[in-house]
């Protein structure tokens, strides 16, 4: 159980395009999905946070109107990172928490994105 | 701000010796520090969790020590295997910036290689 997947795997983009990254919970309802960067060798860092049905919360330095979040169901969330430039290529990793009392995250497989 | 990060970058053992990975963290109003293990290319692998109210924690090979006098857990793997290669981070829990989520903070991970 707590399974979390994304799609897609890997993408590659256009500089100046947008690219949709998207993450399911398939066997649990996820009220919070939290959605991290990582560039390579480094650690993970959290980008922002979001609640089935409320907008995103942001980290201090992401921005909000480049990274779009929608949260729209309790399976599902998306990242699209909007006109995307080749310092935004990296692995997105978003995870999910459940409805219950547990802290746990579900990690997802992660998104490795190019943008050339 | 809350910080957590790791003594060692990098660790090389032999198969079957134990391995010992240590994190320090500056929040100590963090109360839930967990283990993670990721593989190349892949999403971050829970390992092992402990709460502030516990200063140690047994799983299957595995056993996370707390100390919060000092801010200090380490992760200690029993009879090493090849297959444990990864890279090793810990985290800690603390409020996002916003002061409504409960949000991981990652240390910076250390490369452990295991040599047969």
């Known amino acids: 159980g707590a399974v979390v997947s994304q799609h897609p795997s890997w993408v590659i983009c256009k500089s100046g395009t947008s690219v949709k990254i998207e993450c399911r919970s398939l066997d649990f309802q996820a009220t919070t999905m939290f959605w991290y960067r990582q560039f390579p060798k480094q650690s993970l860092m959290l980008m922002a946070t979001s609640n089935e049905g409320s907008k995103a919360t942001y980290e201090q330095g992401v921005e909000k109107d480049k990274f779009l979040i929608n949260h729209a169901s309790l399976t599902l969330s998306t990242l699209t990172v909007t006109s995307a430039h080749p310092e935004d290529s990296s692995f997105y990793i978003c995870?999910?928490?459940?409805?219950?009392?547990?802290?746990?995250?579900?990690f997802g497989p992660g998104t490795r994105l190019t943008v050339t | 701000g809350e910080s957590v990060g790791l003594h060692l970058p990098t660790l090389s053992v032999q198969e079957g010796d134990n391995s010992i990975i240590n994190c320090a963290y500056s929040n100590s109003a963090s109360d839930y520090f967990i283990w993670y293990k990721q593989e190349s290319g892949k999403g971050p692998q829970f390992i092992i969790d402990i709460r502030s109210n516990m200063d140690k924690r047994q799983g299957q090979r595995v056993t996370v020590l707390l100390n919060k006098t000092v801010k200090h857990l380490s992760l200690q793997i029993a009879a090493t295997q090849p297959g444990d290669s990864a890279v090793y981070f810990c985290?800690?829990?603390?409020?996002?910036?916003?002061?409504?989520?409960?949000?991981?903070?990652f240390g910076k991970g250390t490369l452990l290689t295991v040599n047969p």
């Open positions: 995870s999910a928490r459940g409805t219950g009392a547990s802290y746990e995250q579900y």
């Open positions: 985290a800690g829990e603390g409020l996002n910036s916003g002061g409504s989520n409960y949000k991981l903070t």
